[in-house]
C-alpha cells in the first residue's frame, strides 16, 4: 500500500495509575498524498490521540506508521524532530501562539528551530497566504480568534510540509470564520498539501474529500464526500 | 530573531521577577569583586610598601618580640639593644651590599595647639648609607650630614601636620631647638610621618651610646637572601628577620579575616544560586505547554534546553554587569568598611580595578548562570511534546 500516511494496527494505551485506557483499539488509516480528510467522533473517541501519534507528538503503544515512505518505528527523538520539521504542520484548538511574538514571529519561529534564518520573503508569502499581510506586527492579544488561527496555520506552513494535522481548529471560532479558515484549508489542499483534520462540526466535516468517524478508539466508518 | 532576542522576550514577560532576579545576581557579583580586588590591591600595596623600605633583611636584637619587624615598619620602640661589634659581624658576611645602623626610638611630645602628649618615632640614621638605601629620597633644604648636631630631617606628611617649615626649630620635647634642616618629598610609604637625625645625636639624646635598634640589610643579589640570613642568625645577640617573613605574617593575620568574609562571599553566591534556580524552575513549569507546542513546530529538545540556558545566562550577565558597575563606583565605601576588618591595612589605596578582575567577574557571572540553567534547560528539553502540551489543559 502506498500513500503519505500509512498506519497499520496502531494501538496507544494511556495508564492513569493502575488503570489503563486503550485510546486507539488497533487502528489502520491511510491518506493518499493531496487528500483532505477529515475524522469526527465523540469526545475521548481518540481523534487527538490518533492525531498525536501521526504527528509524532507521540509514540504508539504498537503497530507501525509509515510517514512519506519513512518508517518512523524505532526511530531515535532527534530523527522524529527532523521528520517532523520537514514533513508535518500542526494547528491546535488553543491556537498557541507565544504570546509575546508577534504574528510575524510566530510564523518565524518555526525557521529558527530548523536554522532557516532571515527567510523574510518567505514569511511575507506566507502572511499573504493566509491573508493576514496587514497584521504582521500585531501581538497575538490585538488579534480576533480567526486572525490567531490564520497565524497559527501560517506557522505550520512556514516550513512548506507536505502534510498539515489539524486538531479541532475552529473549536474556539464561530461559525462565519470557521467557513473562512477551511475555505483557507481548501486553497491549500487545492497547492497539493495533505490535509487531517479533527472537528465537531459535521457541516465542516463534509467539505473533506473522506470523512473517517472514530468511536471508542476504533474507525467506525468512512464516507467519501464529492469534493 | 535568534535564541537570544527569543530568551530577552520571554524575560520581559515577567519584568518583575526577572528584575528581581538580576539583583540578586548583582549584589553576589558585586561583593565577590569587591573582595577579589581587594585581595589583590591588599597584596599588592603590601609588597609596595614592604619594598619600599630597601631592604631585604632586618637584623634586631635577639628576644624582641617577633612583631618587632613590623614595628621597624610602622614604628615603635624595641627594648634591646645591637651594637657596633654586631654591625661590623654581619658587615662581613659575603655579598652584603649595604649594612645599615638605625637606632629608631619614640617619643612624647606635647602638641601646641591640643596640649596633648602625642606619640612621635625619630630614626637615627647615618645619612650616606640611609640614601644609598632609599635612593628615592629628595629634599626640599638640605640633608644634614653625620656629625653635625641639633640638626634633624622630617616627612612631608609630619611637617604639613605639625606646620613645620625648613629653618624652624622644634619647639618642645627631647629634640627641643633642634633646626629642620630639609623636609622629605612625599614618598608615599611611613617616611612621611617620621624624624631623622644623625645617629650619634640620637644616641645621645637617649643615652644610648653605641648602641642601635636595627640594621638593615641590603643584599647584592637576592637569591642570596636565605644563605645570607642564615649565615646572620649565627651572630649571638641577631634576630634575623626577612621581608619575606614579615610580608607572610602579615598575610597570615589578614588571610584569617578574609577566609570569613570569603564563607560570607560563598554562602551570599550560593544562596543566589538557589534563588535563580528556583526561579528559572518556576518559569520552566509555567511554560511546559509552551515547549511542547515548541517541539510540535520543529523544536528540538536541545534548542529548548538552550532556550532556557540563554535565559539564565542572560539574568546571571546582567547580575554581572550591573554588579560589577556597582563594586567599582562602590568601592571606596567597602575599603572603608573592610579596612575596620583586617589586622593591619596598607595606607594607599587597597582596591585595585585591573582588567583581567573585571573579566573574571563577568565570565563568573556566565560560568553561574550556566551552572544553574543546566537543571532547569535538561528538564524541560526531556519532556515529550505531548506530556507538554496536555499539561494543565484539563
Ligand atoms: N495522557 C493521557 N493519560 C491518560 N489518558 C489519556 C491521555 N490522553 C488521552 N487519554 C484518554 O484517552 C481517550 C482518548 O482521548 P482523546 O483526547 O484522544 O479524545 P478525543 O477524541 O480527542 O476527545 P475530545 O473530542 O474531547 O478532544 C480518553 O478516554 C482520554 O481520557
Ligand atoms: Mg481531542
Known amino acids: 500500500m ?37 475524522i469526527i467522533g465523540p469526545s475521548g473517541s481518540g481523534k487527538t490521540a490518533l492525531l498525536n501519534v501521526l504527528g509524532c507528538l507521540d509514540t504508539p503503544t504498537s503497530g507501525t506508521l509509515r510517514l512519506n515512505g519513512t518508517e518512523t518505528r524505532g526511530m531515535k527523538e532527534s530523527e522524529l524532530v527532523r521528520l517532523r520539521r520537514q ?42 497566504m493566509v491573508g ?96 | ?34 573582595l577579589l580586588s581587594l585581595n589583590s590591591g591588599y597584596q599588592k600595596e603590601l609588597n609596595k ?70 606619640p612621635h618615632i625619630v630614626f637615627g640614621i647615618k645619612i650616606d648609607e640611609e640614601r644609598e638605601l632609599k635612593p628615592w629620597w629628595t629634599v626640599e633644604g638640605r640633608y644634614f650630614t653625620d656629625n653635625e648636631t641639633r640638626v634633624m630631617l622630617v616627612g612631608r606628611g609630619l611637617a604639613d601636620k605639625e606646620n613645620l617649615t625648613v629653618g624652624s626649630k622644634i619647639p618642645s620635647g627631647p629634640f627641643k631647638d633642634f633646626a629642620i634642616v630639609g623636609i622629605l618629598n612625599r ?44 649565615e646572620m642568625e649565627r651572630i649571638p645577640d641577631i634576630q634575623v628577620v626577612t621581608m619575606t617573613q614579615i610580608m607572610g605574617t602579615i598575610m597570615n593575620l589578614a588571610g584569617s579575616a578574609r577566609s570569613l568574609l570569603l564563607t560570607v562571599i560563598a554562602i551570599a553566591l550560593i544562596i543566589s544560586a538557589f534563588g535563580i534556580i528556583n526561579t528559572l524552575l518556576m518559569s520552566v513549569n509555567e511554560r511546559t505547554r509552551e515547549f511542547g507546542v515548541m517541539k510540535a513546530i520543529g523544536a528540538s529538545g536541545l534548542d529548548i534546553g538552550k532556550m532556557v540556558l540563554a535565559e539564565t545566562v542572560f539574568i546571571t550577565f546582567s547580575g554581572g554587569v ?38 573574571f567577574a563577568l565570565v563568573f557571572s556566565i560560568a553561574l548562570g550556566i551552572v544553574c540553567g543546566i537543571y532547569p534547560a535538561f528538564k524541560s528539553s526531556r519532556l515529550t511534546p505531548m506530556e507538554a502540551i496536555r499539561s494543565g489543559v484539563e
Request: hydrophobic share 40%.
Open chain 1, 2 to 38: 502506498s500513500g503519505i500516511i500509512v498506519a497499520e494496527n496502531l494501538c496507544k494505551v494511556y495508564r492513569r495509575g493502575r488503570e489503563e485506557i486503550s485510546a486507539l483499539k488497533n487502528v489502520d488509516f491511510h491518506v493518499d498524498e493531496g487528500e483532505f480528510v477529515s
Open chain 2, 322 to 359: 550591573i554588579g560589577t558597575i556597582a563594586a567599582v563606583v562602590g568601592s571606596r565605601v567597602i575599603e572603608g568598611f573592610v579596612r575596620g576588618m583586617l589586622p593591619y591595612s596598607p595606607r594607599g589605596t587597597m582596591v585595585s580595578l585591573s582588567p583581567e578582575l573585571i573579566g
Open chain 2, 1 to 34: 530573531m535568534n535564541f537570544l532576542t527569543l530568551a530577552a522576550k520571554n524575560l520581559l514577560r515577567r519584568r518583575g521577577r526577572t528584575l528581581l532576579t538580576v539583583l540578586g545576581v548583582a549584589i553576589a557579583i558585586t561583593v565577590l569583586f569587591s
Open chain 2, 187 to 230: 614618598t608615599g610609604d611611613q617616611d612621611d610621618q617620621f624624624h631623622f637625625v644623625p645617629l650619634t645625636e640620637a644616641q645621645r639624646v637617649f643615652n644610648k651610646e653605641g648602641k642601635i635598634t636595627t640594621i638593615a640589610v641590603k643584599v647584592r643579589d637576592v637569591s642570596q637572601i636565605s644563605r645570607i640570613s642564615a
Open chain 2, 49 to 118: 610598601e614592604v619594598n619600599s623600605l630597601g631592604v631585604h633583611i632586618l637584623a634586631v636584637p635577639k628576644g624582641c618580640p617577633y612583631e618587632a619587624a613590623s614595628l621597624v615598619i610602622h614604628g615603635g620602640v624595641i627594648p634591646k639593644y645591637l651594637t657596633a661589634t654586631d654591625l661590623d659581624n654581619v658587615r662581613s658576611i659575603e655579598g652584603i651590599e649595604l649594612a645599615v645602623p638605625m637606632l629608631m626610638h619614640q617619643f612624647i611630645r606635647k602638641d601646641n595647639k591640643t596640649g596633648q602628649d602625642v
Open chain 1, 87 to 128: 514533513n508535518i504542520g500542526f494547528v491546535f484548538q488553543q491556537f498557541y501562539l507565544m504570546p509575546t511574538l508577534t504574528a510575524r514571529e510566530n510564523i518565524e519561529l518555526p525557521l529558527l528551530f530548523s536554522r532557516k534564518t532571515d527567510n523574510k520573503k518567505r514569511i511575507d508569502e506566507v502572511l499573504q
Open chain 1, 132 to 227: 493576514l499581510s496587514d497584521r504582521g506586527d500585531h501581538l497575538p492579544e490585538q488579534l480576533s480568534g480567526g486572525e490567531m488561527q490564520r497565524v497559527a496555520i501560517g506557522r505550520a506552513l512556514i516550513n512548506d510540509p507536505k502534510i498539515i494535522l489539524a486538531d479541532e481548529p475552529t473549536g474556539n471560532l464561530d461559525s462565519g470564520t470557521s467557513g473562512k479558515i477551511y475555505e483557507l484549508f481548501r486553497k491549500l489542499n487545492d497547492q497539493g498539501r495533505t490535509l487531517v483534520v479533527v472537528t465537531h462540526n459535521l457541516e465542516l466535516a463534509r467539505q473533506a474529500h473522506k470523512m473517517y468517524t472514530l468511536r471508542d478508539g476504533r474507525i467506525a466508518g468512512c464516507e467519501e464526500m464529492d469534493y
